[in-house]
């Protein structure tokens, strides 16, 4: 069994600041990428922000220069700093793992989901 569990969300005013993290647990060898991803009412679910065990990030073009990712491997956590909030990064925050895992015939990769926080940004 592996869990996400994501925490920090809530409700800001515009041109506030949030910081969420998830931590990883369960049965796995690494983490390769863990990250976050956005899913507003009616659109589907977009990139907010990735990163990589050694460190490389990828960000949503919405984000960047706003937001910032950072990990800590031998804790299985990853953080999201949010800057300069506006009302339109209102949505649930999902955690994102690709995560290896030992099996019979070696290692596999699988990709694991958080359950989601909310954010809520007020003009």
């Known amino acids: 069994q592996v869990q996400l569990v994501e925490s920090g969300g809530g409700l800001v005013q515009a041109g506030g600041s949030l910081t969420l993290s998830c931590a990883a647990s369960?049965?796995?060898?690494?983490?390769?990428?863990m990250g976050w991803y956005c899913q507003a009412p009616g659109k589907q679910r977009e990139l907010v922000a990735v990163i990589t065990s050694g460190g490389s990030t990828t960000y949503g073009d919405s984000v960047k220069g706003r937001f910032t990712i950072s990990r800590d491997n031998a804790k299985n956590r990853v953080n999201l700093q949010m800057n300069s909030l506006k009302p339109e990064d209102t949505a649930v925050y999902y955690c994102y793992a690709d995560l290896v895992r030992a099996g019979a015939f070696g290692a596999y990769s699988n990709k694991n989901w958080g359950r989601g926080t909310q954010v809520t940004v007020s003009s």
């Open positions: 369960g049965s796995f060898v690494s983490i390769n990428v």
